[in-house]
């Protein structure tokens, strides 16, 4: 299987991919921007607010500072 991603120049195309996926030889997928899947994923995260952003750089450096004494 391979996927492509296909620019419309005419309005008689998709049509034609229409009569396709009927005949079940392709599939037309939707896609979404980045926005519209950012917005899905921050609406499924906890809404909390007791996590500053120096507390999340704070971790990483921790994490990094873990990860480089175990290479060394």
């Known amino acids: ?38 917005q899905k994923l921050s609406a499924s995260l906890p809404d909390v607010s007791e996590i500053s952003d120096n507390d999340i750089l704070e971790e990483i450096q921790a994490y990094r500072n873990k990860k480089n004494d175990t290479i060394q």
């Open 1 to 38: 299987m391979e996927t492509l991603t296909i620019e419309l120049k005419n309005p008689n195309a998709k049509k034609l991919l229409e009569d396709l996926a009927d005949l079940d030889l392709i599939s037309i997928l939707k896609t979404s921007s980045w926005m519209e899947r950012w």
